[in-house]
């Protein structure tokens, strides 16, 4: 019997024992090829030499040094990678062990920052529905993601949300892609307005939603205006790329595409690429230097920030993404991606939209192509995905829709970026034999 809490009490797992290349291989021996890089996680595979010989040369040489003490030369040369390739001027980062530990920090720093100059009537964290920022209660307070929030919502300290840039659902058959862009980014301002301008500290947002929509950009000029909107009202802009970044759009930061630059920048999962457990905060000059000459200390901490050991495994991993050029490796072979996923799945009567960036791919599953209905959520789509791509041996993420009924069931997909074209080929043809399955089995019902 094992005693592991799992995520599902009922599930019964097989052991993973081994990772080959883009593959896991379980304690049977079935390979199955990772097509979501767990969850968005794995970017360079699973056995790469340069990652595991830098973790075993740390651990040899130094495993751990509290940073109440010291910091460590991992820390500071990755810190001072991240920081040469950073928009903006993002100036100083802190790391942390995970992508929610990101999340809790920024929205401290955003509140310690409103504090440190003077204003400590800002209070105020706006965000989006349907969005993920962490299971934490910070960071499950900034997601807009209903089922997640739910049962825990007497916890959550009080946020507001405003739309999503969500076109394929929200944009109106009469309205342009700008001005479907420019309505929803001014529902911040009119949420900043309702609270009071002098109340609001910072506005957070994916620049690719993953978990709870599946892939979705915002459109062309949307977080320019916000960025805007922010600067108007002194309002810091935190962006979450704990899942869209680190070269998975096809850019080292995702926002790059959008040509914004944050305040306060989150990244975590293809930062350590699952080699180790690492997420970090990227903080602006003006934020770093308002606290050091303020109270001189950031009012926050954990036992593992700056693990010497993950810093030595990220460091190695962000030399590997950017000595192979690997995030401009993404975006050139990103069109090839999405004529893949159109030509195995833009024909399906039940494939309403195919989107994404990169390798950050979702597929959104309706019942009515026209209407764009999504499947009644009681037929449980996504998890019947998940166990049908499984058994074909994919990995993939497949989330349900919103309980608001805006979005359908998806499919996310998220390849470490080393996959060859003949791998994720066999992945379409994996997923497309699952999702056949999975259809017939739903309208046969
Ligand atoms: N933000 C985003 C955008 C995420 O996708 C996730 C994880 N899916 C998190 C935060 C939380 O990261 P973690 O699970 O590492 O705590």
């Given at each position: 019997?094992?005693?592991?809490?799992?995520?599902?009490?009922?599930?019964?797992?097989?052991?993973?024992v081994?990772?080959?290349?883009?593959?896991?291989?379980?304690?049977q021996?079935?390979?199955?090829?990772?097509?979501?890089?767990?969850?968005?996680?794995?970017?360079?595979?699973?056995?790469?030499?340069r990652?595991?010989?830098?973790?075993?040369?740390?651990?040899?040489?130094?495993?751990?040094?509290?940073?109440?003490?010291?910091?460590?030369d991992p820390?500071?040369?990755?810190a001072?990678?991240?920081?040469?390739?950073?928009p903006?001027?993002?100036?100083?980062?802190?790391?942390?062990?995970?992508?929610?530990?990101?999340?809790?920090?920024?929205i401290?720093?955003a509140?310690?920052?409103?504090?440190?100059?003077?204003?400590?009537?800002?209070?105020?964290?706006i965000?989006?529905?349907?969005?993920?920022?962490?299971?934490t209660?910070?960071?499950?307070?900034?997601?807009g993601?209903e089922w997640?929030?739910?049962?825990?919502?007497?916890?959550?300290?009080?946020v507001?949300?405003i739309?999503?840039?969500?076109?394929?659902?929200?944009?109106?058959?009469?309205?342009?892609?700008?001005?479907?862009?420019?309505?929803?980014?001014?529902?911040?301002?009119?949420?900043?307005?309702?609270?009071?301008?002098?109340?609001?500290?910072a506005?957070?947002?994916?620049?690719?939603?993953g978990?709870?929509?599946?892939?979705?950009?915002?459109?062309?000029?949307y977080?320019k205006?916000?960025?805007?909107?922010?600067?108007?009202?002194g309002?810091?802009l935190?962006?979450?790329?704990?899942?869209c970044?680190m070269?998975?759009?096809?850019?080292?930061?995702?926002?790059?595409?959008?040509?914004?630059?944050?305040?306060?920048?989150?990244?975590?999962?293809?930062?350590?690429?699952?080699?180790?457990?690492?997420?970090?905060?990227?903080?602006?000059r003006?934020?770093?230097?308002?606290?050091?000459?303020?109270?001189?200390?950031?009012?926050?901490?954990?036992?593992?920030?700056g693990?010497?050991?993950a810093?030595?495994?990220?460091?190695?991993?962000?030399?590997?993404?950017?000595?192979?050029?690997?995030?401009?490796r993404?975006a050139?072979?990103?069109?090839?991606?999405?004529?893949?996923?159109?030509?195995?799945?833009?024909?399906?009567?039940?494939?309403?939209?195919?989107?994404?960036?990169?390798?950050?791919?979702?597929?959104?599953?309706?019942?009515?192509?026209?209407?764009k209905t999504?499947?009644?959520?009681?037929?449980?789509?996504a998890?019947?995905?998940?166990?049908?791509?499984?058994?074909?041996?994919?990995?993939?993420?497949?989330?349900?829709?919103?309980?608001?009924?805006?979005?359908?069931?998806?499919?996310?997909?998220?390849?470490?970026?080393?996959?060859?074209?003949?791998?994720?080929?066999?992945?379409?043809?994996?997923l497309?034999?699952?999702?056949?399955?999975?259809?017939e089995?739903?309208?046969?019902?």
């Amino acid at each position: 019997m094992s005693h592991v809490f799992p995520r599902h009490c009922h599930s019964d797992l097989p052991t993973a024992v081994r990772g080959d290349g883009c593959f896991l291989v379980d304690a049977q021996g079935k390979r199955y090829f990772d097509g979501s890089g767990g969850a968005a996680v794995s970017c360079l595979g699973h056995s790469n030499a340069r990652v595991a010989s830098a973790i075993k040369d740390q651990v040899d040489r130094l495993a751990f040094a509290h940073t109440g003490f010291f910091t460590s030369d991992p820390a500071e040369e990755l810190a001072d990678l991240l920081i040469a390739n950073a928009p903006g001027d993002l100036d100083r980062v802190y790391f942390v062990s995970g992508g929610s530990e990101a999340v809790e920090s920024a929205i401290k720093l955003a509140r310690q920052y409103y504090v440190e100059v003077g204003q400590p009537q800002r209070r105020h964290l706006i965000a989006r529905r349907q969005s993920y920022h962490g299971n934490t209660l910070g960071a499950l307070a900034a997601g807009g993601n209903e089922w997640r929030r739910e049962q825990f919502s007497p916890l959550l300290v009080d946020v507001s949300h405003i739309s999503p840039c969500y076109e394929y659902a929200e944009r109106q058959p009469d309205e342009t892609v700008e001005a479907y862009g420019a309505r929803v980014a001014d529902e911040l301002e009119q949420e900043i307005l309702r609270l009071g301008p002098d109340t609001v500290m910072a506005f957070m947002a994916e620049p690719v939603v993953g978990a709870t929509l599946g892939a979705v950009p915002a459109v062309a000029g949307y977080f320019k205006r916000i960025r805007e909107i922010c600067d108007r009202y002194g309002v810091l802009l935190i962006l979450d790329e704990v899942m869209c970044g680190m070269g998975r759009t096809g850019h080292l930061f995702a926002c790059n595409a959008d040509q914004v630059a944050p305040d306060i920048l989150c990244i975590a999962k293809g930062l350590g690429a699952g080699y180790q457990p690492i997420g970090a905060m990227l903080s602006s000059r003006k934020i770093y230097d308002a606290i050091r000459d303020g109270s001189g200390f950031f009012q926050h901490g954990h036992t593992y920030l700056g693990h010497p050991v993950a810093a030595a495994a990220a460091l190695a991993v962000v030399r590997e993404l950017l000595d192979n050029d690997l995030p401009a490796r993404v975006a050139e072979r990103s069109a090839d991606f999405a004529g893949m996923l159109h030509a195995r799945f833009g024909q399906n009567p039940h494939v309403g939209d195919i989107r994404g960036r990169g390798f950050f791919w979702g597929i959104e599953f309706v019942a009515d192509r026209d209407s764009k209905t999504p499947f009644d959520a009681r037929l449980g789509l996504a998890g019947k995905l998940k166990k049908a791509a499984f058994a074909e041996g994919l990995v993939c993420y497949p989330m349900p829709g919103t309980r608001d009924g805006k979005s359908g069931d998806h499919v996310l997909l998220a390849p470490p970026f080393v996959a060859s074209d003949d791998e994720l080929a066999g992945a379409m043809d994996s997923l497309a034999r699952a999702v056949t399955t999975v259809l017939e089995q739903v309208e046969s019902l």
